[in-house]
Nanobody, 121 residues
């Protein structure tokens, strides 16, 4: 059974930093693309950052230069380092994999349950 468990959320003031973690069990990160999404209060979920299986990163324009996505293969954990946080970054952050074929096996998209990040002015 695949589980993605996020941690590291919390309440901070604008300008501070947080590092989110997403630990996988029953699944090996890196076989498919990996993503961080967020859902601000009253808004739809949006893609924040992606890390492809071959190491290519993508960031939403609003977080470029402030957020960094990374993978620790040894810990099988995906990270999102968030610096210079703004009140607009307040949201539930969720990690998710892409669906893909790896070694002729199809892996479906998996989601974590999310972690709350609250940034106050």
């Amino acid at each position: 059974q695949v589980q993605l468990v996020e941690s590291g959320g919390g309440s901070v003031q604008a300008g501070e930093s947080l590092k989110l973690s997403c630990e996988a069990s029953g699944y090996i990160f890196g076989r498919c693309g990996m993503n961080w999404y967020r859902q601000p209060p009253g808004k739809e979920r949006e893609l924040v950052s992606s890390l492809s299986w071959n190491g290519v990163t993508h960031y939403q324009d609003s977080v470029k230069g402030r957020f960094t996505i990374s993978l620790d293969n040894a810990k099988n954990t995906l990270f999102l380092q968030m610096n210079s946080l703004k009140t607009d970054d307040t949201a539930v952050y969720t990690c998710a994999t892409d669906s893909c074929y790896y070694d002729y096996i199809y892996y479906e998209k998996y989601w974590g349950h999310g972690t709350q990040v609250t940034v106050s002015a």
